[in-house]
């Protein structure tokens, strides 16, 4: 199995419904050619490093997939480079499987374990 972060930014002037409607577009995209999903994340928006087309902001999603041959990537960088709503992307293969984002612990849990130690 081949794993891969992808990183991809979309139009700084959607809503969370529009993003989260995107994010379902490339997830059944990934999954209608027979490969998973790890994880799927909406960051946040950001300022970019450099204007991309006259945008100065962008939406940050992080995706996490499992691909069964590294072929499809370059048919997935074909579809992201033909969705309009997405501006850069970047591919980064992984060595392993991508952990899942732990949970953040509350502090009370955290202060427990100090007392206890």
């Known amino acids: 199995m081949n794993y891969y972060e992808i ?10 419904d529009q993003i989260s409607e995107i994010i379902g577009e490339v997830s059944k995209h ?6 998973a999903v790890v994880d799927h994340n909406f960051w946040e928006k950001k300022q970019l490093a450099y204007p991309v087309n006259k945008h100065k902001y962008g939406n940050y999603i992080l995706l ?3 691909f069964k041959n590294s ?15 997405v501006l ?14 732990a949970e953040e612990v509350p502090s009370e849990v955290e202060e427990k374990k100090e007392e206890e130690n």
């Open 7 to 16: 990183l991809y930014v979309v139009n700084p002037n959607h809503s969370k």
């Open 30 to 35: 990934i999954k209608s050619k027979k490969h």
């Open 64 to 66: 996490n997939t499992e």
């Open 71 to 85: 072929d499809f990537v370059n048919e997935f960088k074909v579809f992201l480079n033909l969705h309009k709503e």
């Open 88 to 101: 850069k992307y970047i591919i980064i293969k992984l060595d392993g499987k991508p952990v899942a984002p």
